[in-house]
């Protein structure tokens, strides 16, 4: 009796927990460096940021008291650019003061430039700058308070966070020019299959019959590197039963998983599954998803495998909704479930299929998803074309107007 077919909740739940005990070595790196790696440990600051109170505007430091005085001329004692310290500021007078530069004590408030003007002497002999205030400033006008980014002691980046430029800038404002990071997977790719031809290797015009370019080998290896991983490239893998053990073997020994598409089928030339099950274990899955169903998980030592369909797009959408995941636990990044915003469909979809399915989808001006005509697994362009999928739950129609969820694509791909 055939097994019915595994939900992707459950599907992914267990490849998870194949990772229990699993973490890899931490390394220290250049914070100029760490762009895309996922840190080992927090960070905390061990400063305020900003250090403290310092002028968001080029203007006026002042007494609000001082201001409502004497009609609002003023003095200027002291002019105070960035990166300098400030002497008290003196009763009855302003201070000339630049964005970041410090706030003299005594000061509560700034009065941008724009809302002064510079008054000319009262006699030629007095060099005495004075300024009229138009504008009647607020308590702490213009004035950036110490610790209102970061405060002393404060966790500013989790355990588990993958590092962009933001982050990056974080760190370094809090004095960090090393970040301790996760060792990238090392991850093995190879693709099997005599009927696989390399781009370059022979020339459009002259392909034999039955043969076609690998194109899952290049945007696997494309969506690993985005991952963070470090991709050892094994090439095309002859269908001969010895050659493939021997790849798997020398993959398995250095590597953290080995990934495949294609061969775990049950035809005489697909040598995968029986190489693996020689070599370690493995479990053969047939998920609920449309495109996406044949789907391969074992262990070759402590190497994962994991072995993806051949079809591109049912090898595409399945590393964005196990191996994605797999990779980011592998990495300490807790982040499993996929990103959905609800949206409007701008087409009818009335022949739902059994299993979940992703739909391949465009964002339109119109503010909704506009469908890929041709949905089929083997139609690569459908994901040039549209820039997300919607997730579909099995069985169900979706109607013009309709909510759905959309998952985008540049939230997948890091």
Not at 351 to 373: C, T, W
Not at 381 to 403: E, F, K, M, T, Y
């Amino acid at each position: 009796m055939r097994k019915p077919l595994l939900p992707l909740e459950t599907a992914l739940a267990q490849l998870l927990a194949s990772l229990e005990g699993t973490r890899l070595e931490a390394a220290w790196v250049s914070t100029m460096q760490a762009d895309g790696r996922v840190l080992a440990q927090a960070v905390s600051s061990e400063l305020q940021v900003p250090p403290q109170d310092n002028s968001s505007m080029d203007g006026y430091a002042v007494r609000l008291a001082d201001v409502g005085a004497c009609n609002g001329i003023l003095p200027v004692s002291q002019r105070i650019p960035a990166g300098t310290n400030p002497k008290e500021l003196l009763a009855g007078t302003a201070a000339r003061i630049f964005t970041g530069a410090p706030i003299p004590f005594g000061a509560d408030a700034v009065v941008m430039q724009e809302d002064c003007v510079e008054l000319p002497a009262a006699n030629p002999q007095d060099t005495e700058l004075r300024i009229q205030v138009n504008q009647l400033p607020s308590i702490g006008q213009w004035i950036r308070r110490s610790g209102e980014d970061v405060t002393k002691g404060e966790i500013v980046l989790a355990a588990g966070q993958r590092l962009g430029p933001a982050e990056l800038g974080m760190a370094a404002s809090i004095g960090l020019a090393k970040l301790s990071v996760v060792r990238k997977p090392r991850v093995a790719l190879f693709s099997t299959g005599d009927e696989l031809v390399m781009p370059g290797d022979v020339e459009p015009q002259a392909m034999p019959a039955g043969a076609i370019y690998n194109s899952n080998r290049f945007f696997l290896n494309s969506l690993l590197r985005r991952l963070g991983c470090d991709v050892t490239d094994f090439g095309i893998i002859p269908d001969q039963r010895e050659a493939t053990i021997a790849a798997l073997r020398l993959a398995s020994e250095s590597n953290d998983l080995v990934l495949t598409s294609g061969g775990v089928s049950v035809g005489e030339e697909d040598h995968v599954k029986p190489a693996v099950q020689s070599l370690g274990s493995l479990d053969l899955w047939q998920i609920a998803i449309k495109p996406g169903k044949p789907f391969a998980h074992g262990r070759i030592g402590a190497c994962h495998f994991i072995g993806l369909p051949g079809n591109p797009v049912s090898s595409f959408v399945t590393f964005l909704v196990l191996v994605r995941p797999f990779l980011q636990r592998l990495q300490g990044v807790n982040q499993s479930a996929l990103p959905v915003t609800l949206m409007r469909a701008d087409f009818d979809w009335l022949r739902p299929d059994k299993r979940q399915e992703f739909l391949r989808v465009r964002r339109n001006a119109k503010g909704g998803l506009d469908l890929f005509p041709n949905q089929s697994s083997g139609v690569l362009s459908s994901v040039v074309w549209g820039d997300g999928l919607v997730d579909n739950p099995a069985g169900q129609s979706i109607r013009l107007g309709d909510q759905v969820g959309f998952v985008a694509f540049n939230d997948l791909l890091g």
